[in-house]
């Protein structure tokens, strides 16, 4: 089985071929026709041209795809950056947030302090105001 074949290719017929003039003999291959030898080798010429050409067209998708593969890895790279230089925005925001509770809460917990001294300071000069009274 030929290549052309497997390949589910139509065999291509040379313009220049001339058809045997034996009776009978409706072949398109060349090699089961009564070619001269100019015509063999012109038949095998345009044949390899054409594996040529079909060899050139599957390296230029390779080149496409391989193409396609870096762009796709280069952009999975970029995502991969984004993603880590988030949770670390993410992470320095946890940071901040719970140093800042932090010290709202000692603030407050200050606050609560100096308003329970005022607030016992006031109970001791009005228990104090009513014994004088």
Known sequence: MSRSSKSGEAKRVSPTKKKSKKAGTGSEDPSEDALTSDQKNIYLLRRLEAQQHQLILEANKSSEA??????????????????????????????????????LKEEKAEQIKALLQQIDSLDTQLSTSFVVD
Do not use: F, W
């Not at 970029?78 to 880590?84: A, D, K, R």
């Not at 670390?88 to 947030?97: F, G, N, T, V």
């Open 66 to 103: 391989q193409t396609g593969v870096h762009e796709l890895r280069e952009k999975c790279l970029n995502l991969q950056t984004l993603l880590e230089a988030e949770k670390r925005d993410k992470l320095a925001i946890a940071s901040d947030m719970t140093k800042l509770y932090k010290a």
